[in-house]
């Protein structure tokens, strides 16, 4: 089953995101609870160039620390983004999640990364993935031009995101969330 998320462009802007298509729908970062689960996948994506990325990623919190893990390829620039932290882990809605960190480069050296993901459905029905990297807050890098960030259904990606419910022991982690993009 589809949920209702909107197969359209995000555009980011700083703490916001709006679905490009939905007149004045905005979800702002949950700023009450983190959530205390955890979302992990993998696939493709097809930029409207042709061209084609893969990915890997996850993120979450786990045992009060923010957890996560990111593994980016896109085969027409050869950018290559390898996860080195996790500094925020947000709600967007209840199914979509917000992962933010930092990550070494090939092409950039260090950079912070957004990636914003969803789970639509099973087995990776209409998921979304949708990564920017930046430095020093000026964006080197986005997905966000592209105008289909789907993995399946009618899209020419693939994969899944799922996101997993966390352990009912877990707690937040103290320190505030960080995205510098």
Same mark, same amino acid.
């Given at each position: 089953?589809?949920?209702?998320?909107?197969?359209?462009?995000?555009?980011?802007?700083?703490?916001?995101?709006?679905?490009?298509?939905?007149?004045? +729908?905005?979800?702002?970062?949950? !700023?009450?609870?983190?959530?205390? &689960?955890?979302? $992990?996948?993998?696939?493709?994506? =097809?930029? /409207?160039?042709?061209?084609?990325?893969?990915?890997?990623?996850?993120?979450?919190?786990?045992?009060?620390?923010?957890?996560?893990?990111?593994?980016?390829?896109?085969?027409?620039?050869?950018?290559? +983004?390898?996860?080195?932290?996790? !500094?925020?882990?947000?709600?967007? &809605?209840?199914? $979509?999640?917000?992962?933010?960190? =930092?990550? /070494?480069?090939?092409?950039?050296?260090?950079?912070?990364?957004?990636?914003?993901?969803?789970?639509?459905?099973?087995?990776?029905?209409?998921?979304?993935?949708?990564?920017?990297?930046?430095?020093?807050?000026?964006?080197?890098?986005? !997905?966000?031009?592209?105008?289909?960030?789907?993995?399946?259904?009618?899209?020419?990606?693939?994969?899944?995101?799922?996101?997993?419910?966390?352990?009912?022991?877990?707690?937040?982690?103290?320190?505030?969330?960080?995205?510098?993009?």
């Amino acid at each position: 089953m589809m949920r209702p998320i909107k197969r359209s462009k995000f555009i980011l802007t700083g703490a916001m995101l709006m679905l490009a298509g939905v007149t004045g +729908a905005a979800f702002a970062w949950n !700023t009450g609870q983190v959530p205390l &689960d955890f979302l $992990t996948g993998g696939g493709w994506i =097809t930029h /409207d160039d042709g061209a084609t990325a893969n990915f890997g990623v996850g993120g979450g919190v786990k045992n009060g620390d923010w957890w996560g893990h990111l593994n980016y390829v896109d085969h027409d620039n050869g950018l290559h +983004a390898t996860g080195t932290a996790v !500094t925020a882990y947000m709600e967007v &809605d209840d199914h $979509t999640r917000e992962i933010c960190g =930092t990550a /070494d480069t090939d092409l950039y050296g260090p950079v912070d990364y957004d990636v914003i993901a969803a789970d639509n459905g099973e087995p990776g029905e209409d998921d979304i993935f949708i990564i920017t990297l930046g430095q020093n807050g000026v964006t080197v890098y986005t !997905t966000t031009v592209d105008s289909d960030h789907t993995l399946s259904g009618s899209a020419e990606g693939g994969g899944n995101i799922q996101l997993h419910a966390g352990n009912p022991s877990n707690v937040a982690p103290t320190s505030t969330p960080i995205c510098n993009i």
